[in-house]
């Protein structure tokens, strides 16, 4: 771990990641899957944290980490629940369908 | 041996990640969404953050993957029906744009300094990045406000979600008032087909 | 005298207090016509009232001008001011404005007694007075031209006073329009004028023009010295207002009004503006030689020109408004010749006759139940006896017969023509005089003697008009008679200076330094020659006008008689009757290509371009707002698609920075 990967092979990846998930998160119509490549942004954003923490030495970044992945566990189980309660309503998660603010 | 690792272990993200993306069923999409949380948590062994990277395979894929499995299966979710009918455009624009993202990102990485060290070459682990014990001591003194506050966002977050998903009680059945207003297809998948 | 402001104010409160009982017949109760009529004449009888006892009062401070200051309208150099002059000038028009009009309003009484509009007529007509007294009294060419315009939107008004009627409203568009022609004149004349010694107030320009007129002779504009430039701008306005060549076709056209308005507006009182308003710049005149010798050329052109016209007419009107043209042509000879005293003495005597004649066709219209032709009267004396003395003395005042006013204000003009040596301008005055007795009396003799010639119905509806309007005829044709000797000239009147009214206006002529007035001098001889001379050929024109009309030899009623001179010269009666065909030239010259160009505007300019242009960019943005109401699908993917394309828009921004 003496660092021959340079840093920035890992913020490369870590873009790839956040862009897949984003073409993920606005291209599919089932409401779960747009959650799950929502937390695959996430899990990017991590990787780039942890990232510049190793870069500079710093604790920092990795502290931030433990927090987005609280917050991300707070977020899935509000937004599941949500789901449900959706589906109850209107027997659906297809986003499509979710049109209620069509003008 | 550390580049070999990465190599195979980021390829095995961005494949993984690809098929999460991709993927019709639901199910196997949380599947393949595991295999890149575990692939992600190898790359932070290597960038020295083990403790981030158990706290990875542990909540994440097992606890919020989870939740995820179990709503699906609740939930019934099908596959998503092909061929996929609605918005080409969206979906090139989105394609488009995250991959104009990607490059603008690379791009700017590589032209200025903001991924080097100004050349010099990374400084070793030290014993401070590696261990759990730097950072539970930030936690507990210089972080302690956001630490709490999470706590809090975690409690605010159960209480949230059970409210939401809350069966209507009886009453609340019988009070129409208080439904959503009833959308096009509402009831259309209780008919018999 | 403190109170000379309120003699314009009052006419105008006349008329908005008409104006406002005229607001009950929107709840549907009419206004007792008593209560019009107090009002009516009792707005201007009071200013009449008023003006004589300042008029009386003036009399202790003549030669001095009175000026009252009632509100200044600038503060610093530039001198705006609401203010009214009293001085000599402008005190013969008071007492002339307020008489004659005082009187034709109480004439109008009888006359418009029985019309619909009777309390809007009065409205109009003091509105009128108002303007008129504005104009004559104001102390600054801007008051005056406030009364200037006034008068012309009142003239407009009671042109159009039948306005349910065709011809009547295009008359006073009309009259309008032309007049606006020459007012855009006059306003470039006061902004030269501003512009140059920053003030309008006449005694401010007069001294300083008199004193120091270097300046006003450098060149100017258009070839012309600046007093040169002025002066015609102010000529080209008074052509506009007193209908001189080219622009008095508006005022036979404005006998669509009624008949007291005719007297009024387009004889005694609006048509002298100009020829006042010559007189009171008489200062400028005098430093612009060529202009006046223009303005002289124009009125005696003018003075024949309509002279020639008023012997073909058949309208008793039309002949009256010709002769008004001819007769105010006669005023600006004058006063082009620098003889201003001269042409406000026939200003003067003008209105009292003037008014008289056509208070008489009015009063014979009237018994005529509303018909005008003269080919359809005759032998009207019996029937009307005090409307034909009394016409009789206007027409005798008007040809020129002494001892009656006209003689001695027109034998002035042309002693003032043949005194400067102007024997052309002479010629022509003498000829004009000579055919406006021979029309006059024609008009004369065609309505009031021989055989009535009108259907048997008219005949039984004969009558004499009632004291109303028969006592105005006679105080005007006593007028008619006593106001030419206030003017006797010195050659006659055997060694006393009678000649009051020149001796009065003569404060009010400048004299400019180093440009002494020309006195026009003539032997005691030639000039009782010239005068024998001018009524000679007044008498010649009675008398063949007699011969003609009255006692054919050849047995031929009058129309007949004009009948067979038209056959005779077919040609010349065809272009006299068809007025020379002067509307018919502006109408192709001017109105149509005018016409034609406002349809171009208002279809394209306005129709296309405008309103293409206001409802395009209505049907932009509604278009814009369609695109744009596009993105708007309800659809959540949607909205984080462009999220996300703002962020990275956001993005490059910053990175690219």
């Not at chain 3, 040169?228 to 007193?242: D, H, I, P, Q, R």
């Not at chain 3, 060549?245 to 048509?271: K, N, Q, R």
């Not at chain 3, 002494?516 to 009524?535: D, K, Y």
């Given at each position: 771990m003496s660092g021959t990967v340079p840093i920035s092979w890992y913020l490369v990846l870590a873009a790839l990641l956040f862009a897949i998930g984003a073409a993920g998160a606005l291209t599919r119509r089932n409401g779960i899957s747009i959650f799950l490549s929502i937390e695959l942004m996430l899990n990017a954003a991590n990787l780039t944290l942890v990232a510049y923490s190793r870069l500079w030495g710093e604790r920092t970044g990795q502290l931030v980490v433990f927090f987005v992945l609280a917050v991300a566990a707070a977020e899935a189980a509000v937004g599941l629940a949500l789901f449900i309660a959706i589906y109850r309503q209107r027997r659906t998660i297809d986003v499509n369908r979710l049109n209620l603010m069509r003008w | 041996m550390e580049t070999a690792i990465f190599l195979l272990f980021a390829a095995l993200a961005v494949v993984s990640a690809v098929v999460v993306v991709a993927h019709r069923n639901p199910v196997h999409a949380t599947m393949s969404l595991v295999l890149t949380l575990f692939s992600v948590a190898v790359l932070f062994v290597l960038l020295g953050a083990p403790f981030l990277a158990a706290l990875q395979i542990l909540i994440y894929a097992g606890a919020i993957l989870v939740l995820f499995l179990f709503v699906i299966m609740l939930l019934n979710v099908q596959r998503e029906e092909t061929p996929y009918h609605g918005q080409p455009v969206q979906r090139w624009a989105a394609i488009l744009g995250a991959a104009v993202f990607c490059g603008m990102l690379a791009m700017l990485l590589f032209r200025s300094s903001l991924a080097s060290n100004g050349g010099a070459p990374l400084g070793p682990l030290t014993e401070s990045l590696v261990s759990f014990k730097g950072l539970a001591a930030d936690l507990f003194s210089v972080d302690l406000l956001p630490f709490e506050i999470v706590g809090l966002l975690l409690l605010v977050a159960v209480i949230g979600a059970s409210a939401v998903a809350k069966r209507p009680t009886a009453e609340e059945r019988l009070a129409p008032g208080r439904r959503l207003p009833e959308g096009p297809l509402d009831g259309a998948e209780d008919q018999p087909r | 005298?403190?109170?000379?402001?309120?003699?314009?104010?009052?006419?105008?409160?006349?008329?908005?207090?008409?104006?406002?009982?005229?607001?009950?017949?929107?709840?549907?109760?009419?206004?007792?016509?008593?209560?019009?009529?107090?009002?009516?004449?009792?707005?201007?009888?009071?200013?009449?009232?008023?003006?004589?006892?300042?008029?009386?009062?003036?009399?202790?401070?003549?030669?001095?001008?009175?000026?009252?200051?009632?509100?200044?309208?600038?503060?610093?150099?530039?001198?705006?001011?609401?203010?009214?002059?009293?001085?000599?000038?402008?005190?013969?028009?008071?007492?002339?404005?307020?008489?004659?009009?005082?009187?034709?309003?109480?004439?109008?009484?009888?006359?418009?007694?029985?019309?619909?509009?009777?309390?809007?007529?009065?409205?109009?007509?003091?509105?009128?007075?108002?303007?008129?007294?504005?104009?004559?009294?104001?102390?600054?060419?801007?008051?005056?031209?406030?009364?200037?315009?006034?008068?012309?939107?009142?003239?407009?008004?009671?042109?159009?006073?039948?306005?349910?009627?065709?011809?009547?409203?295009?008359?006073?568009?009309?009259?309008?329009?032309?007049?606006?022609?020459?007012?855009?004149?006059?306003?470039?004349?006061?902004?030269?004028?501003?512009?140059?010694?920053?003030?309008?107030?006449?005694?401010?320009?007069?001294?300083?023009?008199?004193?120091?007129?270097?300046?006003?002779?450098?060149?100017?504009?258009?070839?012309?010295?600046?007093?040169?430039?002025?002066?015609?701008?102010?000529?080209?306005?008074?052509?506009?207002?007193?209908?001189?060549?080219?622009?008095?076709?508006?005022?036979?056209?404005?006998?669509?009004?009624?008949?007291?308005?005719?007297?009024?507006?387009?004889?005694?009182?609006?048509?002298?503006?100009?020829?006042?308003?010559?007189?009171?710049?008489?200062?400028?005149?005098?430093?612009?030689?060529?202009?006046?010798?223009?303005?002289?050329?124009?009125?005696?052109?003018?003075?024949?020109?309509?002279?020639?016209?008023?012997?073909?007419?058949?309208?008793?009107?039309?002949?009256?408004?010709?002769?008004?043209?001819?007769?105010?042509?006669?005023?600006?000879?004058?006063?082009?010749?620098?003889?201003?005293?001269?042409?406000?003495?026939?200003?003067?005597?003008?209105?009292?006759?003037?008014?008289?004649?056509?208070?008489?066709?009015?009063?014979?219209?009237?018994?005529?139940?509303?018909?005008?032709?003269?080919?359809?009267?005759?032998?009207?004396?019996?029937?009307?006896?005090?409307?034909?003395?009394?016409?009789?003395?206007?027409?005798?005042?008007?040809?020129?017969?002494?001892?009656?006013?006209?003689?001695?204000?027109?034998?002035?003009?042309?002693?003032?023509?043949?005194?400067?040596?102007?024997?052309?301008?002479?010629?022509?005055?003498?000829?004009?005089?000579?055919?406006?007795?021979?029309?006059?009396?024609?008009?004369?003799?065609?309505?009031?003697?021989?055989?009535?010639?009108?259907?048997?119905?008219?005949?039984?509806?004969?009558?004499?008009?009632?004291?109303?309007?028969?006592?105005?005829?006679?105080?005007?044709?006593?007028?008619?008679?006593?106001?030419?000797?206030?003017?006797?000239?010195?050659?006659?009147?055997?060694?006393?200076?009678?000649?009051?009214?020149?001796?009065?206006?003569?404060?009010?002529?400048?004299?400019?330094?180093?440009?002494?007035?020309?006195?026009?001098?003539?032997?005691?001889?030639?000039?009782?020659?010239?005068?024998?001379?001018?009524?000679a050929v007044a008498v010649a024109g009675i008398l063949l006008a007699r011969r003609l009309y009255d006692r054919p030899s050849d047995g031929l009623t009058g129309p007949q008689e004009d009948a067979a001179i038209a056959a005779r010269f077919p040609g010349l009666y065809r272009t006299l009757a068809n007025k020379y065909y002067v509307d018919e030239l502006y109408d192709r010259a001017i109105v149509r290509p005018l016409a034609r160009l406002s349809g171009f505007l208002w279809k394209w300019i306005d129709g296309f371009v405008v309103d293409g242009s206001v409802n395009g960019s209505a049907s932009l943005a509604d278009l814009l707002g369609g695109f744009g109401s596009l993105t708007t699908t309800g659809n959540v993917r949607n909205y984080a698609l462009y999220f996300f394309l703002g962020v990275l828009g956001l993005f490059w921004w910053i990175a690219l920075s």
């Open positions: - | - | 005298m403190h109170l000379l402001w309120l003699i314009p104010l009052l006419p105008i409160l006349g008329t908005a207090m008409l104006g406002a009982i005229g607001a009950l017949g929107a709840i549907g109760r009419r206004p007792p016509k008593a209560l019009v009529t107090l009002i009516g004449l009792g707005a201007p009888g009071l200013s009449l009232a008023l003006a004589l006892a300042c008029l009386a009062r003036y009399a202790a401070i003549y030669p001095r001008p009175y000026e009252q200051t009632l509100y200044a309208w600038t503060a610093g150099p530039l001198h705006l001011d609401v203010a009214f002059l009293l001085d000599p000038l402008s005190a013969v028009m008071l007492f002339v404005v307020t008489f004659v009009g005082f009187l034709i309003h109480v004439y109008s009484v009888g006359y418009m007694g029985h019309e619909e509009g009777y309390r809007r007529y009065f409205a109009y007509l003091n509105l009128f007075m108002g303007a008129m007294l504005l104009l004559i009294l104001g102390a600054n060419y801007l008051v005056t031209f406030v009364g200037w315009e006034g008068v012309g939107l009142c003239s407009y008004l009671l042109i159009g006073f039948y306005y349910d009627q065709d011809f009547p409203p295009y008359a006073g568009k009309k009259a309008f329009i032309v007049n606006r022609v020459g007012d855009f004149a006059f306003l470039v004349g006061m902004f030269a004028l501003v512009a140059r010694y920053g003030t309008l107030r006449y005694l401010d320009v007069f001294p300083r023009l008199a004193a120091d007129p270097g300046p006003a002779l450098a060149p100017y504009a258009l070839g012309l010295t600046f007093a040169g430039f002025v002066a015609l701008c102010f000529f080209v306005g008074a052509m506009g207002k007193s209908a001189q060549i080219p622009l008095y076709v508006w005022l036979p056209d404005a006998m669509a009004g009624p008949t007291p308005v005719s007297a009024l507006i387009h004889a005694a009182t609006m048509v002298t503006a100009g020829v006042y308003m010559v007189a009171r710049s008489n200062a400028i005149y005098q430093l612009a030689p060529g202009v006046s010798g223009f303005v002289a050329a124009i009125g005696a052109l003018t003075a024949i020109f309509a002279a020639t016209i008023g012997l073909a007419q058949n309208d008793i009107k039309k002949v009256l408004a010709y002769s008004t043209v001819s007769q105010l042509g006669y005023m600006f000879l004058a006063a082009g010749l620098g003889a201003y005293t001269a042409s406000i003495f026939h200003l003067m005597t003008h209105a009292f006759f003037k008014a008289l004649l056509f208070l008489g066709s009015g009063s014979v219209i009237h018994a005529m139940g509303g018909e005008q032709d003269m080919r359809r009267m005759g032998g009207l004396k019996r029937a009307l006896p005090v409307t034909y003395w009394t016409f009789v003395v206007g027409a005798l005042a008007i040809a020129g017969i002494p001892p009656l006013a006209g003689f001695f204000s027109k034998d002035a003009i042309l002693a003032a023509a043949a005194g400067g040596g102007q024997w052309l301008l002479y010629l022509v005055g003498l000829v004009t005089a000579g055919l406006t007795a021979f029309y006059m009396f024609r008009a004369v003799f065609l309505t009031f003697h021989g055989e009535f010639r009108g259907s048997d119905d008219e005949r039984h509806h004969l009558h004499e008009s009632p004291p109303v309007m028969t006592l105005p005829l006679v105080v005007l044709a006593a007028g008619a008679v006593a106001a030419g000797w206030l003017g006797i000239p010195a050659v006659l009147s055997f060694g006393a200076r009678l000649d009051r009214f020149d001796r009065f206006l003569e404060p009010t002529l400048w004299t400019i330094a180093g440009h002494p007035r020309a006195v026009h001098e003539m032997g005691a001889g030639t000039e009782l020659g010239l005068i024998a001379l001018s009524v």
